[in-house]
């Protein structure tokens, strides 16, 4: 069957379509039925239907590969590696379940994973898969104030977490921002289990903290079964920001999830079991939830965990990798190529890759000259993927399981089996029939499988802001430009809203501006995202001092910067801090007071500002032009 064939019974017999899917994961009780929209927009999935995911990433494989590897994990950071067969992994995952079950833990609480890329973040997941509960994982590069708020929001019974990380070489301690959090929440964690790596020294809260080693050692022979949960039941949530402050509980499914990973794993990326994924995301970010976790897993494959950095002892350490463990299939994103690319390519002939057959990559846009020198470099297809935290998998790509297609250098793809992609005109609301128009990339229910249900505990906002934001359409918006050329490839142009992206990073700027506005010397600012070579975008904040004197003189101007950045690093983590703080006297506002962002942003990149006909003061403008060249 051909692609479009393919695509054009996924959208128009939906229920024929994904019960085929759906017989790629293991189900205790059948589905009876398949796509429930009765209730738009939150489609359901496979009702009826029980099954689990840990049941179909880890134990569904014990029969016929249960002493293959499962799970690799390896660190330059601690120079150590360790491989887990499928037996070994459901044994330890048996052993954290019923860690956590001992600490109160049952189907439906929440567990907050802030754990950096070690083995035992993967086995409280699937741990909490396992048992029903609801994992969190917030990403460890997060630091206390934005900790504490997804604490608060996802109200966990329990926390894991560990002493520390470790980045280039540097240990990051974890307990103390995590203690910070909980100070700061409102909502306390009855319980926080600790994996301790030896890595730096942490205090206890008697009452509260407890050491995994001993427990695990308690349960070394506990079995705990899989509960068996309703397809529509909860198996995560995953924070991701938007254009509040206040960032967004995505709410994922268990059974659609499964199904929509399997279908992925045969039709997109060609993952076979016996076969090696080393997909370099982590596990703090959907991609790694999707593609470092469940998706290898469920497809019976042995599954890389990375802790480390891509060009750390030097630039060939994913190859030797790759050599090492006879990786297939790898994912990660074009900044981390970007990266690589500032290297010798020597290092891409050190190491003997043949055994790859795909490189994909995603989060963020692919810029030509990248996907060609990595396509020259590796001599295997290169294959840009687009998604969202929101999707869980991907939305356009080419599904080379289907039918071989070309890719074009800039293109994702086209839409992915079960998305409905439209183009609409962002105020008019009309849909943009011919090639090349730009307008906002939507999807029309019912969302496919693994699609996100709602916002966690928030329906209400799950509606307002996806699904009511272009007049006149009940649409989900991606809050992402695109355009579509004649052969129905798309091309993604950028965010419409205030998210940006670092290094393949999802950050809200109002988050950023709230945290540089806690600052006792600031009086406004605005944060705009900066194109920039290697991580795609930077964050730039322009911020309006309460005393002018302050940032007279040039010492003065970089202290405060300084202390600014020291803010952002302690309240949201080091990955949102801004690349520079630039002083102004006055932001590009509206006369009605609305921030010129897109004029901002303009200015920044050398580029025309536009209609500036409601600005208030056009000086603002002029300022930041001479704070650049200054
Ligand atoms: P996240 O939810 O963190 O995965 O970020 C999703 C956003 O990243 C999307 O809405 C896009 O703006 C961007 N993005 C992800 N993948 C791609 C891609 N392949 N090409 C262009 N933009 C992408």
Known sequence: MGYAEFYRRSVEEPDAFWAEQARLVDWKQPPQRICDDSRPPFTRWFGGGTTNLCHNAVDRHLQARGDQPALITISTET?????????????????????LRELGVGRGDRVLVYMPMVADAVFAMLACARIGAIHS????????????????????????????????????????????????????PSA???????????????????????????????????????????????YTSGTTGQPKGVQRDVGGYAVALAASMKHIFQGEAGQTFFCASDIGWVVG????????????????????????????????????????????????????KKHDPSHLKKHDVSTLRGLFLAGEPLDEPTARWISDALGVPIIDNYWQTESGWPILTIANGVEKKPSKFGSPGVPMYGYRIKLLHESTGQELTGADEKGVVVIEGPTPPGFMQTVWGDDERYVRT???????????????????????????????????????????????????????????????????????????????????????????????????????????????????????????????????????????????????????????????????NA
């Open 79 to 99: 120079d150590t590696e360790r491989t887990y067969t499928y037996r070994e992994l459901h044994a330890e995952v048996q052993r954290t379940a019923a860690v």
């Open 289 to 340: 939830h999707s593609y470092i976790v469940y998706g290898p897993l469920i497809a019976g494959m042995a599954t890389v965990l990375y802790e480390g950095l891509p060009i750390r002892p030097d630039a060939a350490i994913w190859w030797s990798i790759v050599e090492k463990h006879r990786v297939s299939l790898m994912f990660t994103s074009p900044t981390a190529v970007r990266v690589l």
């Open 192 to 238: 926080v289990l600790l994996a301790d790596r030896g890595l730096a020294p942490m205090e206890r809260v008697p009452g509260r903290d407890l050491d995994w080693a001993p427990l695990r050692e308690k349960h070394l022979h506990t079995e705990v079964p899989c509960e068996w949960l309703d397809a529509s039941e909860v198996s995560y949530t995953l």
């Open 466 to 628: 996806y699904w009511e934001s272009i007049p006149g359409q009940h649409v989900y918006s991606t809050f992402d430009w695109g355009i579509r050329d004649q052969d129905g490839y798309y091309y993604i142009l950028g965010r419409t809203d205030d998210v940006i992206n670092v290094a393949g990073h999802r950050l809200g700027t109002r988050e950023i501006e709230e945290s540089i506005s806690s600052h006792p010397a600031v009086a406004e600012v605005a944060v705009v995202g900066v194109a920039d070579q290697v991580k795609g975008q930077v964050a730039m904040a322009f911020v309006v001092p309460r005393d002018q004197g302050a940032v007279a003189d040039p010492q003065g101007a970089l202290k405060l910067e300084g202390d600014i950045m020291k803010v952002v690093d302690q309240q949201l983590g080091a990955v949102a801090r801004p690349s520079r703080v630039r002083f102004v006297s006055l932001l590009p506002k509206t006369r009605s007071g609305k921030l010129l962002r897109r004029a901002i942003q303009a200015v920044c990149e050398g580029r025309d500002p536009g209609d500036l006909t409601t600005i208030e003061d056009p000086t603002a403008l002029q300022q930041i032009k001479d704070q650049l």
């Open 137 to 188: 994982v917030v990403f460890g590069g997060f630091a206390s104030v934005s900790l504490a708020s997804r604490i608060d929001d996802a109200r966990p019974k329990v926390i894991v977490s560990a002493d520390a990380g470790s980045r280039g070489g540097r240990v990051v301690p974890y307990k103390p921002l995590l203690d910070e959090a909980i100070r700061l929440a409102s909502h306390k």
